[in-house]
């Protein structure tokens, strides 16, 4: 067994990715204890499966004797919670999140935290269409990008951070490091414009299918694929609307040009060239695999 980077976790929100989280900790370092902080009726679930070693009834209790506070709750709900973690989070603690957007958490954070206890904004880019503990995943990240956010100019990582890249190795995870902004105009391409797109997409079909169930009834795997993100729930990008609105924005005029050229080129010969780069797009995802 090898040594523990930390000797406890809280786990602020044990869905799928505090859950997950937990899981891959609990894996790697059996006598980390970990301790979670949800409602009563998500913790019983956590702590069947084995994700959590004990429910705290209070935030307070929850971050009494932590060493690594992990907040993996909505956007919203962070930042609402982020003055209390603060004020109750011992010294020494390093207190990291797993939200998707970064700059108005870590803005928050500079408000909150002074260094005791110590903040580090963090993203896993892993996940599913869907949510809860009943879908966390020991696997979850592993060979997953999990960008560190670092203010520009700031070079020098403390013990307590250092400690968590190693954690985050341990669980099979792959630190980058970036400022926040452009974390937040990076996903806004790569995962928020996916997700808005397949919706998008989900609406054309549902408007477009008649009261024979035309076209939808004869859909197979391609557009189910196509659409797998649109599975995933509102309540899960709402807060992501409103902390990133400006990257969104921009990509989905990117997206929306993109459709005006291929469809103002359906009647030439002049789409090879953008179908070509398309597959190549799709062959570096697939070496990624």
């Known amino acids: 067994m090898s040594e523990a980077p930390f000797s406890s976790l809280t786990v602020l929100g044990t869905g799928l990715i505090g859950g997950s989280f937990a899981l891959a900790v609990r894996e790697a370092f059996p006598q980390i204890a970990v ?6 009726e998500v ?12 429910a705290a009834s209070s935030l307070a209790e929850a971050l009494r004797a932590s060493q690594l506070v992990y907040i993996a709750l909505p956007i919203g ?6 003055p209390e973690v603060a004020r109750h989070a011992p010294a020494g ?20 935290f002074s260094g005791r206890p110590e903040f580090l904004g963090g993203h896993p880019l892993a996940g599913r269409e869907l949510s809860g503990i009943q879908h966390a995943d020991v696997c979850l990240f592993r060979s997953a990008k999990y960008v ?11 013990p307590a951070v250092t400690s968590f890249e190693a954690l985050l190795r341990a669980i099979g995870a792959e630190p980058v490091w970036l400022d926040a902004d452009t974390h937040d105009w990076a996903v806004g391409i790569i995962s928020h414009l996916p997700q808005f797109a ?12 008649d009261e024979t169930g035309l076209p939808l009834s004869l859909a197979s795997t391609g557009l189910r694929d ?5 599975g995933s729930p509102y309540a899960l990008w709402r807060d992501v609307c409103l902390t990133n609105r400006d990257n ?17 080129s359906l009647a030439s010969r002049d789409l090879e060239p953008q179908f070509d780069a398309a597959n190549q797009v799709y062959k570096s995802l697939r070496e990624v695999d």
């Open 35 to 40: 301790i979670g902080w949800d409602r009563p």
């Open 226 to 230: 196509a659409l797998r993100l649109a």
């Open 93 to 112: 603690t390093l207190v990291t999140d797993a939200a998707s957007t970064k700059a108005a958490i870590c803005r928050a954070a500079a408000r909150h």
């Open 43 to 54: 913790l019983e679930k956590a702590a069947a499966l084995g994700a959590i070693t004990r």
């Open 148 to 158: 560190l956010v670092r203010d520009p100019g700031t070079h020098q990582a403390t």
């Open 77 to 82: 709900v962070t930042l609402d919670l982020l």
């Open 248 to 264: 969104l924005v921009r990509s989905l005029d990117r997206l929306v040009q993109a459709l005006e050229h291929l469809r103002g």
């Open 198 to 209: 397949s919706v998008a997409l989900a609406g054309v079909v549902n408007d477009e299918t």
